[in-house]
């Protein structure tokens, strides 16, 4: 009995902090051949940041509005690929899922607590943005809460979670996939 007491209680102590994707969504393995064509729509490929027609050809990038994960619904999940390989995983973090991704993963680092003003009419209507990470064997992951006044001065409260391939999001920095994460950039990314 206190064995079973003893490893229930030490459970958090021995979580993954490796993140290696989500689900069965793996960095660097998952093919877009391998995804489901009725859980998610290929998107118009992206732009070269500052072009509005030069085209980033070797990045394909997949929405499902929702999807079921091992129990727990995520909404508007964004999968990206580079050179036919997933890169880049990108979604909603809801309350269920950081319960599930915690229960998994332990905590990550917090990060420096972000102030901006992107409400040009009211300067004191400001954006806070808060972050925690966790990193292992090249993979950045970044949960990004925002709350406070966005760009149009409306009232803003979202969280969203990335998993990517730092050394291909280097790479693929010049690509305008700011829509993913609009707040991912104004994040000071850990090294």
Request: aromatic share 8%; hydrophobic share 40%; net charge neutral.
């Given at each position: ?17 490796k ?24 998107q118009e ?22 999807i079921?994960?091992?129990?727990v ?33 332990g ?18 209507r ?20 925002a ?45």
């Amino acid at each position: 009995m206190k064995v079973l007491i003893f490893a229930l209680l030490s459970s958090p102590l021995f979580a993954q902090p490796k993140v290696e994707g989500l689900g069965k969504f793996r960095i660097g393995i998952t093919t877009p051949d391998s995804i489901s064509a009725s859980n998610f729509r290929e998107q118009e490929p992206p732009v070269v940041k500052g072009t509005l027609t030069l085209v980033c050809a070797n990045i394909r990038l997949f929405k499902a509005d929702a999807i079921e994960i091992q129990g727990v619904f995520i909404p508007d999940l964004f999968l990206v690929f580079y050179e036919n390989r997933l890169f880049r995983i990108t979604c909603a973090y809801n309350d269920l899922l950081e319960k599930a991704f915690g229960g998994r993963h332990g905590k990550g680092k917090t990060g420096s607590v972000q102030t901006l003003v992107e409400c040009d009419k009211e300067k004191n209507r400001r954006l806070t943005l808060e972050s925690e990470s966790w990193q292992a064997d090249g993979i950045l992951t970044l949960v990004v809460h925002a709350r406070g006044y966005n760009v149009q001065c409306q009232h803003l409260q979202s969280s969203r979670l990335t998993i990517a391939s730092q050394s291909i999001l280097a790479i693929t920095s010049e690509c305008d996939l700011e829509h993913l994460d609009p707040y991912l950039e104004k994040i000071p990314l850990p090294h």
